[in-house]
Every structure is written in structure tokens, then in C-alpha cells.
């Protein structure tokens, strides 16, 4: 019940021939998620025409977005009592400082993009392209076996 190393080139072909239907399985889901962080990606990426605030977090809890569950602030912008809040994509509530800087659009009602916060951008590569290099890397490998069967 350990790992057992294949011994010819033939066994070795088949072995990888065996993980492609993982990936073609696995490159929609892939790809779904990849949709999902592109939209959330096009739907903030006109926050830089807002301005820069400053503001100090006044509460930390969680809300529903689609089907996840996001880590929300509300945040007081210096200087007046406008309370505003940020829905974060990621996990990092916990190691954000207590005074942030945010882009804001002037509406309180509109929720604020901090600038501590990681862009959609590098997750939404992840998942378009690690399937893709897969496969790419299945049928190199691939042809190289094919050439030490054939010699």
C-alpha cells in the first residue's frame, strides 16, 4: 500500500493519460470560479475614480455574498460622522489596522473599496490558467514518452 514507481514508459503513459479526464472534469469548475472572480473583478474596477478617504474601523462582522460568507467593516470617514462599509474579498479581517484608507464615491449608501484589499485580478489567473497549464504539461510530457516508447 505504498507508492510504487512505474517501471516502463508504457505504464508511465498511461498513468498520464489517466489524470486528463481529471482536468477536463476539473477546468469548468475552474473556469466557474475564474467567471465569478472576473465579475467581481469588472464591477470594481471603477473605484479608482473615486476619492481617497481615510477612516477608522468601528465594527467587524460577516455577511452573505452569493453563496460565500465575506468579512464586512463599517468605518467612520475622519473628520465627519458618515458611517461607511466595505465587504472585503478576502479573509483578512483581522489584520487590517484600526484607521484605513478607502476609495469613496461621496455616497454613503455605496459600499467603499479599501486599499489594504488584494485584487480579484491574481485569484481570477489562478483559476482560468492552472488547468490550462495542466494540460499543456500532461501533453508535453506526454509526447516525450511517446518518443522513448517509439526508440
Known amino acids: 500500500m505504498g507508492f510504487k514507481l512505474l517501471a516502463s514508459s508504457e505504464?508511465?503513459?498511461?498513468?498520464?493519460?489517466g489524470g486528463v479526464p481529471f482536468l477536463w472534469i476539473l477546468l469548468p469548475i475552474s473556469w466557474a470560479f475564474g467567471a465569478y472572480y472576473l465579475h467581481e473583478h469588472m464591477s470594481?474596477?471603477?473605484?479608482?475614480?473615486?476619492?481617497?478617504?481615510?477612516?477608522?474601523v468601528v465594527s467587524k462582522d460577516f455577511t452573505k455574498v452569493?453563496?460565500?460568507k465575506r468579512p464586512r467593516l463599517k468605518i467612520r470617514i475622519d473628520g465627519k460622522e458618515?458611517?461607511?462599509?466595505?465587504?472585503?474579498?478576502?479573509?483578512g479581517?483581522?489584520?487590517?489596522?484600526?484607521?484605513?484608507?478607502?476609495?469613496?464615491s461621496g455616497d454613503p449608501k455605496k459600499e467603499?473599496?479599501?486599499?489594504?484589499?488584494?485584487?480579484?485580478l491574481t485569484i481570477l489567473l489562478f483559476f482560468f490558467l492552472t488547468p490550462l497549464i495542466g494540460l499543456v504539461f500532461i501533453k508535453w510530457y506526454e509526447k516525450i514518452l511517446l518518443r522513448k516508447i517509439k526508440a
Open 11 to 17: 505504464e508511465n503513459l498511461s498513468a498520464i493519460r
Open 44 to 56: 470594481n474596477s471603477n473605484k479608482y475614480n473615486n476619492h481617497l478617504e481615510t477612516g477608522i
Open 66 to 68: 452569493g453563496i460565500m
Open 82 to 91: 458618515i458611517i461607511v462599509s466595505a465587504v472585503l474579498s478576502m479573509d
Open 93 to 104: 479581517i483581522n489584520d487590517l489596522p484600526e484607521r484605513v484608507f478607502f476609495y469613496y
Open 112 to 120: 467603499v473599496y479599501l486599499t489594504q484589499e488584494t485584487s480579484a
